[in-house]
C-alpha cells in the first residue's frame, strides 16, 4: 500500500509563472489536506477536501491559490502568479473516512520561487 | 483558535530520557497529538491523547491535562537516530479536521 504521494518533489519557478503540486492520497482515504511550512517553523493548515468537495479553505490565501480533488486523478493545488513569499514546502495528508487523530503526511514539494 | 508552545531545541545524550512539554491555548479543542519529522522529510504521526493521561508506545510516551492546558512526548533510551523536530499538534475535533501545529523542538541527540 503506496503511502500519500506527492510530485514534484522540487519545484523552481519564476515570478508571476504558475505552480501546479500534485497528491494522491493512500488507497481507501478520502480525505486530503493541503499544509505549507516555512523553514523553522511548524506546518500550517491551508485547505482541507473531499473528493469534488472543498470542506474547509479557511487557511488558503484569499488570491491566487485555489485547490481541487477532483473526482479521479491526484488533489491539486495551485498557485497563480507565484511570488517569492509563496517559496516554502507543500505537504499533503491524508486520512481514511471517519479519522481526526491520524494524518499520512507525503514528503512535501519543495517551492522555490526565483 | 489555538496556539501551542513548545521549546525550540533540547540536546540530549544517547541513552537518556527527555521530555518536550507543550502547552496550548486554545478554544475548542480537542486532542494533541505528537508528529516527528526528519530534516527535509514527512511529518510522520507518533501518537494521541484524547482523553486525559499517559500513552505509551514502545519508547514514546505521551501526557495529557487537559485543566492544565498541557502535554508532554516523552523519549526513552535515547538512539541517534532520533535526532529530529517534534511538533505538538491540536485538532478542533469531529466536523473540523483542521489540525494546529506548533513551531516545532528540534531534539539533537549527542554521543
Known amino acids: 500500500n503506496a503511502g500519500v504521494m506527492q510530485n514534484p518533489r522540487h519545484l523552481v519557478r519564476r515570478r508571476g509563472q504558475e505552480a501546479r503540486l500534485r497528491c494522491s492520497p493512500m488507497?481507501?482515504?478520502?480525505?486530503v489536506y493541503w499544509y505549507r511550512q516555512l523553514p523553522e517553523e511548524g506546518l500550517k493548515f491551508m485547505v482541507y477536501?473531499?473528493?469534488?468537495?472543498?470542506?474547509?479553505e479557511s487557511g488558503m490565501p484569499k488570491e491566487r491559490f485555489s485547490a481541487e480533488f477532483p473526482k479521479e486523478g491526484p488533489s491539486i493545488l495551485r498557485i497563480q502568479q507565484v511570488v517569492r513569499g509563496d517559496s516554502a514546502a507543500y505537504f499533503c495528508?491524508?486520512?481514511?473516512?471517519?479519522?481526526?487523530?491520524?494524518?499520512?503526511f507525503g514528503q512535501g514539494t519543495r517551492l522555490t520561487v526565483v | 483558535g489555538q496556539s501551542l508552545e513548545q521549546p525550540s531545541e533540547v540536546t540530549a545524550v544517547e541513552g537518556a530520557i527527555v521530555q518536550i512539554n507543550c502547552t496550548y491555548q486554545?478554544?475548542?479543542?480537542?486532542?494533541l497529538s505528537w508528529y516527528q519529522q526528519h530534516d527535509g522529510g514527512a511529518p510522520t504521526f507518533l501518537s494521541y491523547?484524547?482523553?486525559?493521561g499517559l500513552e505509551e508506545t514502545g519508547r514514546f510516551s505521551s501526557f495529557l491535562s487537559r485543566s492544565d492546558s498541557y502535554g508532554y512526548l516523552l523519549l526513552q533510551e535515547l538512539q541517534m537516530k532520533d535526532s529530529a523536530s517534534y511538533f505538538c499538534?491540536?485538532?478542533?475535533?469531529?466536523?473540523?479536521?483542521?489540525?494546529?501545529f506548533g513551531k516545532g523542538t528540534k531534539l539533537s541527540v549527542i554521543p
Open positions: 491523547n484524547g482523553l486525559d
Open positions: 477536501l473531499q473528493k469534488e468537495n472543498i470542506i474547509d
Open positions: 495528508a491524508s486520512s481514511p473516512p471517519g479519522s481526526n487523530t491520524e494524518a499520512f
Open positions: 486554545t478554544s475548542g479543542f480537542y486532542g
Open positions: 499538534v491540536g485538532d478542533s475535533g469531529a466536523g473540523s479536521y483542521q489540525l494546529t
Open positions: 488507497k481507501g482515504h478520502s480525505h
